[in-house]
């Protein structure tokens, strides 16, 4: 709920930064990988939007596949969990490079 609140309060003070115009679309960006469950999010969005600035916005989400590269090899490969090994030489050493997103977006208003 906190999330979708944050979102909410984003795209508020960016819509009374254009004179409070009534907000079309809103795109998101959330990665697979954020520790975002994208089914908690629709609830919250389902029970916060009522009311609020995005009450008749239409609302996108982008979900980048996670990414990672390995320190050991330098092998870049999907990562679908936060804890994986490299496909290449098995090792543990890896940084996520992709996947965590968290973000508005973009914000398009009348």
């Known amino acids: 709920m906190s999330v979708v609140q944050n979102i909410i309060n984003i795209v508020s003070a960016e819509s009374d930064k254009n004179g409070g115009r009534r907000v079309l679309e809103v795109n998101l960006e959330i990665g697979n990988l954020s520790g975002i469950e994208?089914?908690?999010l629709d609830f919250a969005l389902k029970h916060l939007a009522p009311g609020s600035v995005i009450e008749s916005a239409e609302i996108s989400i982008e979900k980048p596949e996670?990414?990672?590269?390995?320190?050991?090899?330098?092998n870049?490969?999907?990562l679908n969990?936060?804890?994986?090994?490299?496909?290449l030489c098995n090792s543990f050493d890896i940084d996520i490079i992709k996947g965590r997103e968290l973000r508005v977006k973009s914000i398009t208003v009348e």
């Open 38 to 40: 994208y089914g908690s």
């Open 66 to 74: 996670g990414l990672a590269r390995c320190n050991n090899c330098g």
């Open 81 to 87: 969990d936060f804890i994986g090994c490299c496909n």
């Open 76 to 78: 870049e490969f999907a």
